[in-house]
C-alpha cells in the first residue's frame, strides 16, 4: 500500500487571492506573521489581502509569490485570481520565439557526447536527447509501451518491465528517485506529479534486487550512481542537473537536462567504443 500522500489540491485560477496564498503559506509550513515577515509587510495587511478585505498592486502579488516560491505556473495563477493578466508565457520548446533557447539546449546534449544527456520536462517527459542518451535507453531490453512517445523517464527507469530489471543499485536508486520526486511535489503541488510518485512508489521491487544494494560508493548524499548491465558492460554513471537561471517562459523554467558521467574507466571505453561503432 502507498504511503504517498497528495495533500490539498493547488487552487485553480477561478478560486480568490486569498485561497491561494493561504494555500502556498501553509504548503511553505509558514504562519501569517513568518510570510509578513519575509514580504516586509504588517501582519494586518497580509490578513486583509487573504480576507479580501485589502486588494493588492500587481508588484505586491508579484513580491509575495516570490517570498513564496512559487513556480511561474502558479505565479500566473496568483496573478489571474487578483484581477490581473498573467506575464509568464507558455510556449512549445519548438516554437520559433524560443530558437535560441532551444539552440542552447542543443548545444548542452550535442557537446556533451561520448556521454549520455537528455533533456526532461516537469512531468520527467523525455523532450530531446543527445545520440549517446538515444543509445543507451535503446540498448536496454524493456516493455515496448514503455518507448512510446511520450517517454516518462521515471517510468522507464523503475517500471518492473523497464530499465528497473537490468539496474544493479536499484533499490538506493529508486530511493533516491522518489526522494527527489517527493521534493517537487511539495514545491509545485503539480497532481500530475503526485499522482505518478504514487504511481512510481506502488512498482513492486524483486526481492533479489531488494537484497542488492549494489555500490558502497558513498557520494555524500550529493548523488546516487546509476549501475546499468547492458550486455557484457557494466556502466557506472553518475548524473547532475541543470536548469535555467532566470527564465520567464514557463516552459523553460520547468525544463531540466540530465547529463551522466562515467565512474570509472570501463564506462568510460565503453560508451567511447559504442560512440565509435554507431
Not at 60 to 89: C, D, K, T, W
Not at 123 to 134: E, F, K, L, Q, Y
Not at 149 to 157: E, K, M, T
Not at 252 to 259: G, K, Q, R, V, Y
Amino acid at each position: 500500500m502507498s504511503t504517498t500522500t497528495r495533500g490539498n489540491a493547488m487552487p485553480t485560477p477561478v478560486q480568490t487571492l486569498g485561497d491561494h496564498l493561504r494555500f502556498w503559506r501553509e504548503r511553505r509550513r509558514m504562519s501569517q506573521l513568518d510570510l509578513a515577515a519575509e514580504a516586509e509587510v504588517s501582519t494586518r495587511h497580509l490578513s486583509f489581502l487573504e480576507t479580501g478585505r485589502s486588494r493588492p498592486s500587481r508588484e505586491m502579488v508579484l513580491h509575495l509569490a516570490e517570498r513564496l516560491a512559487l513556480p511561474l505556473r502558479a505565479r500566473n495563477a496568483l496573478l489571474i485570481a487578483a484581477g490581473f493578466s498573467p506575464i509568464y508565457q507558455e510556449r512549445a520548446l519548438d516554437d520559433p520565439e524560443l530558437r535560441g533557447d532551444r539552440r542552447a539546449v542543443d548545444l548542452i546534449l550535442a557537446g556533451h557526447e561520448p556521454f549520455p544527456a537528455l533533456a526532461v520536462d516537469r512531468h520527467w517527459t523525455m523532450v530531446a536527447s543527445n545520440a549517446a542518451g538515444t543509445r543507451l535507453f535503446s540498448a536496454i531490453d524493456v516493455a515496448p509501451a514503455l518507448r512510446e512517445p511520450p517517454i516518462n523517464v521515471l517510468r522507464l527507469a523503475l517500471h518492473p518491465d523497464g530499465m528497473a530489471r537490468h539496474i544493479r543499485n536499484l533499490p538506493q536508486l529508486r530511493h533516491h528517485l522518489l526522494d527527489r520526486l517527493r521534493s517537487q511535489v511539495e514545491m509545485s503541488a503539480d497532481p500530475s506529479l503526485a499522482d505518478l510518485l504514487e504511481e512510481l512508489h506502488d512498482y513492486p521491487v524483486d526481492a533479489d534486487a531488494a537484497s542488492d544494494r549494489g555500490p558502497g560508493d558513498d557520494y555524500g548524499g550529493v548523488a546516487v550512481p546509476f549501475v546499468v548491465r547492458i550486455g557484457d558492460d557494466m556502466l557506472s554513471l553518475i548524473s547532475t542537473t541543470t536548469v535555467f537561471g532566470s527564465p520567464v517562459d514557463i516552459t523553460l523554467s520547468e525544463l531540466a537536462i540530465e547529463t551522466f558521467f562515467p565512474l570509472d574507466t570501463a564506462t568510460s571505453q565503453a560508451l567511447r567504443r559504442a560512440a565509435g561503432q554507431a
